[in-house]
Every structure is written in structure tokens, then in C-alpha cells.
């Protein structure tokens, strides 16, 4: 069963529009989320993250926003620009629990047109 | 700046042969792990360790087996490669309150 999903395998947007990702997690122990993207032929990088004990996380472009009665997460970025077109993947941990490894969703491939 | 270094970008093998994916990183991480990516399906763990010699089971470890015995190296071995383990292998790693560093991965091509 899925823990971490991202339902919308992929995404378009205009050029200085915003860009919204969206996933959902499963499991209630998850206390830490991030943000990673990836180009093609590299591995991916890390953006953003939010603990549990926030709501909203900003990083210049990239926000993030946590509901954690809702167990949704999103990640904002404002303006959009073409070198943001790329796979972002969302993923999640339970940093309060020893032996645990971050899960990643499957993934949304956003493109932004100029 | 944390650098995780794949020892080989593409990589094709045969159908039953031994296969050993390295990664080393230069940042004094305790924690490397082990992932793969396939269309569709997302970043999958395979292993993880938390310190040398130690080694735990991801969600997909069928087929694999890890050798951790220096604390900056962390190897993947396929036992007998078969063509369901073509993909993208990537590693990563993490200490303290750092988020996971990746490696550029290995496209791994079994025929």
C-alpha cells in the first residue's frame, strides 16, 4: 500500500503562473516532508521540506504547506519559470522513530511553457 | 558542498551475472541508502544502512543483497541479474539534520 502518493503523474503551466503539486501521505507517524526534483540523467536534489509542528515552509519561489488533519501536503512556485520543468517528487519519514527511511511518492513531471 | 559519487553512469550486464553498483560519499555521513527509479513507479528503497557493517531491508530488497564495511562506501550487489532489475539505480545519503544527498545514479541494462 502506498504511503506517499502523488496522484497527478504529471503537470502543465505557463510561464510566471504558479505551479501546484499535491500529495498525500497515509501513515500518521510521518513527521518530516520534503520536496526533491529531478532532471533527467542526474539524481534528484533536495528543494524544500516542512516538520510536522509547521504549516507553511518558504523558500524564495517554493512554498510548501502542511495539513496534517487532512494528510496533504503541497509544494507552491511562484512564478513559474522553464528550468523549474522537471520531476518532483514529495517524500516522508518518521523522524521520531529509530530505523526509518524516507518514502517517496511516484512523482509529478510539471512543465512550464514560455 | 556533499558529493555521493556512483562508480559508473550506464552499465550493461547478462542475464545471471554478478553485479556490484558502488556509491561513496565524501561528507562523513552515517546513513546511505539505496534506491531505485522506474517509470511510473517512483523512487523505491531497496537497503539502507545507519553505520558500517550494519544494513537494513527497504521495501523491494528481493534479489539484492549490500556490503558495508567502510563507513563512506556502500555497495549493491545483484546476486544474479535478471531483466526485472534493468532500471535506474541511485544512492544516497544523510547525517545529522542534512536532507538525503543523491548520487547521478546508475542505468543499470540487464539483456
Known amino acids: 500500500d502506498q504511503q506517499v502518493k502523488q496522484n497527478s503523474p504529471s503537470l502543465s503551466v505557463q510561464e510566471g503562473r504558479i505551479s501546484i503539486l499535491n500529495c498525500d501521505y497515509t501513515?500518521?507517524?510521518?513527521?518530516?516532508f520534503l520536496w526533491y526534483k529531478k532532471y533527467p540523467a542526474e539524481g534528484p536534489t533536495f528543494l524544500i521540506s516542512?516538520?510536522?509542528?509547521?504549516d507553511k515552509n518558504e523558500d524564495g519561489r517554493f512554498t510548501v504547506f502542511l495539513n496534517k488533519s487532512a494528510k496533504h501536503l503541497s509544494l507552491h512556485i511562484v512564478p513559474s519559470q522553464p528550468g523549474d520543468s522537471a520531476v518532483y517528487f514529495c517524500?516522508?519519514?518518521?523522524?521520531?522513530?529509530?530505523?526509518?527511511?524516507?518514502?517517496f511518492g511516484k512523482g509529478t513531471t510539471l512543465s512550464v511553457s514560455s | 558542498d556533499v558529493k555521493v559519487t556512483q562508480s559508473s553512469r550506464y552499465l550493461v550486464k547478462r542475464t545471471g551475472e554478478k553485479v556490484f553498483l558502488e556509491c561513496v560519499q565524501d561528507?562523513?555521513?552515517?546513513?546511505m541508502f539505496w534506491y531505485r527509479q522506474d517509470p511510473g513507479l517512483g523512487l523505491r528503497l531497496i537497503y539502507f544502512?545507519?553505520?558500517?557493517?550494519?544494513?537494513e531491508k527497504g521495501d523491494i530488497p528481493e534479489g539484492y543483497s549490500v556490503s558495508r564495511e567502510k563507513k563512506e562506501r556502500f555497495s549493491l550487489i545483484l546476486e544474479s541479474a535478471s531483466t526485472n532489475q534493468t532500471s535506474m539505480y541511485l544512492c544516497?545519503?544523510?547525517?545529522?539534520?542534512?536532507?538525503?544527498?543523491f548520487g547521478n545514479g546508475t542505468r543499470l541494462t540487464v539483456t
Open positions: 544516497a545519503s544523510s547525517g545529522g539534520d542534512s536532507p538525503l544527498h
Open positions: 501513515n500518521s507517524m510521518f513527521d518530516y
Open positions: 516542512i516538520s510536522s509542528i509547521k
Open positions: 517524500a516522508a519519514s518518521a523522524l521520531s522513530q529509530a530505523g526509518t527511511a524516507l518514502i
Open positions: 561528507m562523513d555521513h552515517e546513513n
Open positions: 544502512s545507519y553505520d558500517v557493517k550494519m544494513k
